[in-house]
Structure formats: structure tokens, C-alpha cells
């Protein structure tokens, strides 16, 4: 468009020159001006009269002549002059949209050199070998995927797009880029069951490109790699190097398998970011069945962790997601909560990069829940769960399966959540609602809530603890999960926890007036 403009440009100047050349060869082709008789020409003040056309006996008017040729120059001039002003605003537009076009010129280019130019080793497609470089045994089934680094134009773009549509009550949905890559990173050791898991991964996925699903292996279980690799080019497999046993205290060697999770998470992380070169992924174990929503859940709420600091994750799960303890026709309902959930947990990068560094040698999830990690920041969790398990064997020896876990209810609703609304979520929206419908409920003893006829209504309404003690009583005896880490219980948010109760919504909580959690509450 713009070399089109600027050719039609040079065109007008052109014909511009052209014709004041044709109208000077005139001029001066024309014979000399004299009195009449003499030459034939006619001058003005003579005795002719000024007149247009042929006079008598038919000689020409000159003098007729010149006025009407003056006139025509006149009419020309004009038709110049403004000839000159368009091809004028013309150039300036032409010169902006040049300055423009350089502009965004060079910004791509930067863009592009962030994208393939990583600093001291380029970023490696899920399809490369990472054999020569870590000494890794990958399995090159992956078609190679676009990747967007961490911190780029592009990121900050969108950020800066998240921010300002909060601020015009835009919906966060419509600044969500859709080219954000998530990977799906499956954490794998020797269950061939894994086989449930990636089969609803890939059921369920939108995309391969902009969903890449890479099974990270650890115990070197031939079987369970054999199933890994009958999904060919469909995931991505790679396999942790160091499978020896880990020096522990003599206390802890019935502990050993922590220690390996603890080791292998960080070695399949550290792939994903500084490997693969990924700016966020969302983490399954291989014994985690998916919602047909999953992927969904995570694109939409991408854009609210990148745009909150106090968000520090995104889970599918809910600790508390029983059959019984939640709403089946609030689907869509989405909380923030103080306790870190995993089971199926997206991360950025950024936090990856401050948390690698101290990483725990064991129990990484309870490390995860302490203070000096959270540093008040909280998670995002929905009511009715996104993934669930159906591993019972694993380093727990199934006990924690058997008392709560198989009882976690599975969303069978899609919901769009990338075309809601969700900035609710953010801090200063959700403190102020959240806080006021709790402690403008009716306080109710926990008789009240068991005995059918006393209470009318769905709630909301609030039970008040006052001590550990307290919590751990009423959360038995209301049937949701009463231990505590770091002294936060598990799905609270300001150590409030929201749950249904016999068909009533009922909020667990502390005196008004809360400020912050008492490790020693654990």
C-alpha cells in the first residue's frame, strides 16, 4: 500500500514538470507582440479594439488572444497550486507511515531475536535431541513448537493489555493471546496406567501446537516406557538420567522415594523453561484423569497469573471437592485460596526461576506451603475439580487415597471460560465481596446446620473457630478436611473455608478482624 502510494506520488510531479515545460515551448514559440500591420501582431493601447477572435477582413485578435491565453495559464496555476498541496500531504502521510513501518519493522526483528536468539544456547524445540547438550535420554517424537520466552515484547504486550482492560471493566477473556503455548508436562515413573491419563489429554486437547504434551520419566520402567512410546509423535518423551539412590538419613531411608520425586520434578522442570525454553506449563502426574474443560480452565486463566503478583499458581483441584461438599450447578464457580493445591498446577517461569534455585530435596509440595515459598501469595482453585486421581499405589501406600481422595468429584460441564469474565479473581475485587458475604452471614452452631427445620434458606452460613483445636473439631464433624500446613487449611483463603453442607453453602471461619495465619497451627 505504501509503495503504491508513494508511486503515484512520483506520477503528479512528473506531470507537474511536464506541463510547465509544454507551456513554456508555447510561450516562447509564439511570434513577437507588435502594432498591428507589423508582423501581424497587435499591441495593447492601440488602435484596435481589445476583442476575442477574428477582426475585420479576418486578421486574428491578438490581443483577444493573449487575454484568453493569460486566462487559461491562470486556470492552470490554480490547478497546479493545489496539484502541489495533495502531493504535499501526500509525502507526510507517505513519510509516517514509512516511520511506522520501520518501526514495527525493527520490533518484530526483536521479537524474533528473543523467540530464536536465546542467551548462551538457542532454544530447543519439543522435537530436538537434548542428548547432545545434557546428556539426556529424549525420545524425538514431538513436532517441533513455536516458543514465546518469558519476559518478550510479546508477554510484556499482553500484560500491559491485562492491566489496562481491568481498569475499563474489559473483559480479561478478549486480551488472552490464543498463540500462548502451555505445555503439559506428565510427571511418570512405573505405572503403565499412565496410559488413562494421556489418553484423556489428547481426547481433550484443543491443539497439539499450543498444547505440547511431554511425559518426563523417572525409575527407568521399561513397560511404562513401551506404553509412553505407543503414542508416537502425539507427546513428547523424556527420560530422567540419574536414577541412583539418594544419601538420606538413616531416619529417612524409607523416605527415599520423596527424595526422588523432589529430584526428578526439578530435573522435568528445568527441561521444560531452560530446555524447551517454555514461559509457562501446567503440571499433571500420570495417574491424574482430566475434565473435558482442562485445557480451557488453564488458557483462561493464564492471563489473570500473569497479570496478578499475588497469584503465584492456577490448580485444577479442590481439596475439598467431594460429592457431597459441592455446588453441581456452580461449575463455573472459581476461588482464590491461601493453600497450595497441585494436582494439576500451571506455573510461570518467572516463579519457576525463584524457586529453582532452593529447591527442597524432599516433600516438595509441604515445601511448597511454607511461608518463606508463599510469601502470601495464593492459588487459584474451582469448585467442582478439573482432574482426579485413580492412583492408589504410589510412596503414600495408598492411605490418603482410600480416606478422601477417590471421593473427589470429576466436572462433567464444559464451560467457557475464556469467554467469562474473570476478573473477579483479582485481589482488589475479590478481598472486598469475598470478606463482606462471609461476615454479613448468619453465625450458626454447628447443631443448627445438623438439625433438618431449624435453618431456611441456601446460605451462605458461617461457623466461627476460635482456636487449632476448634478448626480441627468442626471440620470433622461438618466432613471436610481438617489438617493444616503451615497453619492453612486446606482450600482456605484468609483461613476461611467454603464448602457445602447438606445442600447449604457454609463458610469455616475465624473471628472478624483475621490478619494472619499461626504456623504453629500445624
Same mark, same amino acid.
Given at each position: ?18 506541463? !510547465? ?5 508555447? *510561450? ?7 502594432? *498591428? ?26 490581443? #483577444? ?17 493545489? $496539484? ?49 547438550? %545434557?546428556?539426556? %535420554? ?18 510484556? %504486550? ?10 475499563? !471493566?474489559?473483559?480479561? /477473556? ?23 491419563? *494421556? ?10 501446537? =499450543? ?8 525409575? #527407568? %520402567? ?9 503414542? #508416537? ?40 523453561? !531452560? ?15 482430566? /475434565? ?52 494439576? @498446577?500451571? $506455573? =510461570? ?9 532452593? @529447591?527442597?530435596?524432599?516433600? @516438595? ?45 470429576? !466436572? ?65 464433624? $461438618? ?41 504453629? @497451627?500445624?
Amino acid at each position: 500500500m505504501v509503495r503504491k502510494k508513494g508511486s503515484l506520488i512520483l506520477c503528479g510531479a512528473f506531470l507537474f514538470v511536464a506541463w !510547465n515545460a509544454l507551456l513554456l515551448l508555447y *510561450l516562447w514559440g509564439r511570434p513577437p507582440i507588435g502594432r *498591428l500591420g507589423e508582423g501581424g501582431g497587435a499591441e495593447p493601447g492601440g488602435k484596435e479594439e481589445w476583442d476575442v477572435g477574428r477582426g475585420k477582413g479576418g486578421q486574428v485578435n491578438l490581443a #483577444g488572444e493573449v487575454i484568453r491565453l493569460a486566462e487559461e495559464v491562470e486556470i492552470q496555476l490554480e490547478t497546479q497550486k493545489k $496539484l502541489l498541496k495533495q502531493i504535499e500531504s501526500h509525502r507526510a502521510v507517505w513519510a509516517r507511515q514509512k516511520d511506522v513501518g520501520k518501526r514495527e519493522t525493527e520490533d518484530t526483528k526483536e521479537v524474533k531475536q528473543e523467540v530464536v536468539h536465546q542467551p548462551q544456547k538457542p532454544p530447543l524445540s519439543l522435537g530436538d535431541s537434548v542428548d547432545d547438550r %545434557h546428556q539426556t %535420554h529424549v525420545k524425538h517424537t514431538q513436532k517441533p513448537v513455536h516458543t514465546v520466552p518469558t519476559g518478550s515484547k510479546v508477554e510484556q %504486550h499482553q500484560a500491559i493489555e491485562i492491566k489496562e482492560g481491568i481498569g475499563e !471493566n474489559h473483559k480479561l /477473556a478478549s486480551v488472552a493471546s490464543p498463540e500462548v503455548i502451555i505445555p503439559i508436562l506428565v510427571i511418570a515413573c512405573d505405572r503403565v496406567t499412565v496410559k488413562r491419563s *494421556l489418553d484423556r489429554l489428547i481426547q481433550y486437547r484443543p491443539s497439539p501446537e =499450543l498444547y505440547p504434551i511431554i511425559v518426563s520419566q523417572d525409575c #527407568g %520402567h521399561a513397560e511404562t516406557a513401551r506404553v509412553i512410546g505407543s503414542y #508416537g509423535d502425539q507427546v513428547t518423551h523424556i527420560s530422567q538420567p540419574d536414577l541412583s539412590d539418594i544419601r538420606v538419613r538413616p531416619e529417612h531411608r524409607k523416605f527415599q522415594g520423596y527424595y526422588k520425586i523432589s529430584r526428578h520434578y526439578q530435573w522435568a522442570l528445568n527441561q521444560v523453561f !531452560n530446555t524447551f525454553s517454555q514461559s509457562t506449563v501446567v503440571i499433571v502426574e500420570d495417574d491424574l484423569e482430566v /475434565a473435558q474443560d482442562f485445557f480451557e480452565y488453564f488458557r483462561a486463566l493464564y492471563p489473570i497469573l500473569r497479570a496478578d503478583p499475588t497469584l503465584w499458581c492456577v490448580s485444577a483441584w479442590n481439596d475439598n471437592g467431594r460429592d457431597a461438599l459441592v455446588d453441581p450447578s456452580k461449575a463455573e464457580l472459581l476461588y482464590r485460596t491461601d493453600f497450595f493445591p497441585g494436582l494439576g @498446577w500451571m $506455573l =510461570l517461569k518467572e516463579m519457576w526461576d525463584e524457586l529453582e534455585p532452593k @529447591w527442597p530435596s524432599a516433600f @516438595w509440595d509441604d515445601w511448597m506451603r511454607q511461608p518463606e515459598q508463599r510469601k502470601d501469595r495464593s492459588c487459584i482453585r474451582p469448585e467442582i475439580s478439573r482432574t482426579i486421581t485413580f492412583g492408589r499405589k504410589g510412596v503414600s501406600l495408598g492411605q490418603f487415597f482410600d480416606q478422601y481422595l477417590r471421593y473427589i468429584k470429576l !466436572n462433567t460441564e464444559f464451560v467457557p471460560f475464556t469467554k467469562q469474565d474473570l476478573s473477579y479473581l483479582l485481589k482488589e475485587r475479590y478481598d472486598e465481596k469475598f470478606i463482606k458475604e462471609v461476615y454479613s452471614a448468619p453465625l450458626v452452631k454447628i447443631e443448627d446446620l445438623q438439625q433438618a427445620g431449624i435453618l431456611k434458606g441456601p446460605g451462605p452460613y458461617r461457623v466461627e473457630y476460635s482456636s487449632r483445636d476448634s478448626f480441627k473439631i468442626f471440620a470433622r464433624n $461438618l466432613g471436610v478436611m481438617d489438617d493444616l500446613k503451615s497453619g492453612v487449611p486446606r482450600t482456605g483463603y484468609r483461613a476461611i473455608v467454603s464448602f457445602l453442607y447438606r445442600g447449604r453453602r457454609v463458610c469455616l471461619a475465624p473471628p472478624e478482624g483475621w490478619t494472619q495465619y499461626d504456623i504453629s @497451627w500445624s
